[in-house]
């Protein structure tokens, strides 16, 4: 292979060392969100008995997860490129080869669909009590799982409509960007479909804390108003991952529309797992069940398997509310 031809193929960000640094960072950056969730994972599963809150947080997690994985998937895959000097290659190649696209999809899509679950049910906790307990814990489970099978669904959708529709004689790049990948304008549509939902989310969580406000003010009846004094430390655990979720998340893909910097698109993605990850051990520093199995595990008293032997505290219907 004539590494001087394949050369010519690159732009000149992709050839200069800046973007050599970036696939290492990215490889790095992509390892703090995957651990982080898989430690918050196990002390998750350690609790026996699950609020409906916090099982949307353990989904959160799992979307971190896999978009950590994803982002340390394209670290690597930039190094072996520019290791070995690929051609261009196919746009179907790129949706085979390049498994951090699915990662990409599959986390970014989920986790935006979580979180506008979790803020739609604070703000139904915070208008009727009523649709709040009939929308139970097992009918959260199950649709979570509908929502991430959908999404793998959607993706093999994807490829077979690129297989189809898009014109294989066509060379892409190697690095197997997300834009030129997907067919059509699959990927302006998907972050348009990411920054309504983040913002829908926001918007939803600032309705909530104002209802919360507002009937705390008006209701009389001792029993409405103890049912809202206990979300309130829900709904401000929910306002803290919506906060850091505007500065890393919606900010900067707001932003990206209007640069052209490619280093400096770079750099703002390089932010967006790291983001992630500060919501998830904010959100669990708040929370009493998740910090009493940190103390337990740091004191030793914790089980050995956690995600086989429940060891922290179970609690009570009651409890379920309260927390």
């Excluded at 604070?122 to 991430?148: C, D, G, H, N, P």
Aim: aromatic fraction near 12%; charged fraction near 15%; glycine fraction near 4%.
């Amino acid at each position: 292979m004539n590494e001087e031809m394949v050369q010519q193929n690159y732009t000149p960000y992709e050839k200069s060392e800046s973007f050599t640094k970036t696939a290492w960072t990215m490889v790095a950056v992509g390892c703090v969100p995957f651990v982080t969730s898989c430690i918050i994972l196990l002390l998750v599963s350690s609790i026996k008995h699950k609020r409906k809150e916090l099982i949307f947080f353990t989904a959160l997690c799992v979307s971190t997860l896999i978009l950590g994985a994803g982002y340390t998937a394209a670290g690597y895959r930039r190094l072996y490129v520019l290791s070995y000097a690929e051609y261009f290659i196919s746009p179907f190649d790129c949706l085979v080869k390049a498994v951090h696209n699915i990662m990409f999809e599959i986390g970014e899509t989920t986790s935006a669909l979580v979180m506008l679950l979790l803020t739609g049910d604070q703000l139904a906790s915070m208008i009727s009590f009523k649709w709040y307990l009939k929308f139970t814990s097992r009918k959260a489970e199950l649709l979570l799982v509908v929502i991430y099978t959908l999404s793998c669904v959607v993706y093999a959708i994807i490829m077979l409509v690129s297989l189809l529709i898009t014109d294989q004689n066509t060379r892409i790049s190697p690095f197997c960007y997300q834009d030129e990948a997907m067919p059509g304008n699959f990927y302006q549509v998907h972050c348009d479909f990411l920054l309504v939902a983040y913002y829908t989310s926001l918007t939803v969580c600032l309705v909530a804390l104002l209802c919360r406000k507002f009937m705390k003010k008006k209701n009389t009846a001792a029993g409405r108003l103890g049912q809202m004094i206990k979300q309130k430390k829900v709904v401000h655990r929910v306002s803290v991952i919506i906060f850091f979720r505007s500065i890393f998340q919606m900010i900067p893909m707001t932003l990206l529309s209007f640069t052209e910097n490619e280093s400096l698109i770079d750099n703002m993605w390089l932010a967006h797992p790291l983001g992630l990850t500060l919501e998830l051990i904010l959100y669990s520093a708040f929370d009493q069940e998740i910090r009493h199995c940190i103390k337990l595990l740091c004191t030793g008293q914790a089980c050995i398997n956690l995600p086989l032997s429940p060891c922290c505290r179970s609690t009570t219907n009651t409890e379920t509310i309260d927390k």
